[in-house]
């Protein structure tokens, strides 16, 4: 069974920095996409970065690029998302998400789409003004 479990979540003030980590285990194929989504309180979740792992591809939203960085180590199986220069409006539940190789479709599509088999329980991340 495909686990995913997220990490690194805290308070930190505007400006601040932090790296949210995601360990997934249970299975042995091969994961085509993993992705970062948030859901900010009283709003729809949506897409922050994905990573196509064949070639570690990434996409981002616009709200934060040149801010965020999405990464994979394929050896300890670990999806990161470092975030620098947080906003108030960065405040979220983050989760951590991916879909194995058979499905098709562009990873940068997904970040819209939202179309992964595997998710995890979330992360916490609020940013104070």
């Known amino acids: 069974q495909v686990q995913l479990e997220e990490s690194g979540g805290e308070s930190v003030p505007a400006g601040g920095s932090l790296r949210l980590s995601c360990v997934d285990s249970?299975?042995?194929?091969?994961?085509?996409?993993m992705g970062w989504f948030r859901q900010a309180p009283g709003k729809e979740r949506e897409g922050v970065a994905t990573?196509?792992?064949?070639?570690?591809?990434?996409f981002y939203a616009d709200s934060v690029k040149g801010r965020f960085t999405i990464s994979r180590d394929h050896a300890k199986h670990t999806l990161y998302l470092e975030m620098f220069s947080l906003k108030p409006e960065d405040t979220g539940i983050y989760y951590c998400a991916a879909r194995p190789v058979k499905y098709t479709g562009s990873c940068g599509d997904a970040l819209l789409s939202e179309d992964f088999a595997y998710w995890g329980q979330g992360t916490q991340v609020t940013v104070s003004s």
């Open positions: 249970g299975y042995s194929y091969s994961m085509q996409c």
């Open positions: 990573i196509y792992t064949g070639a570690d591809s990434t």
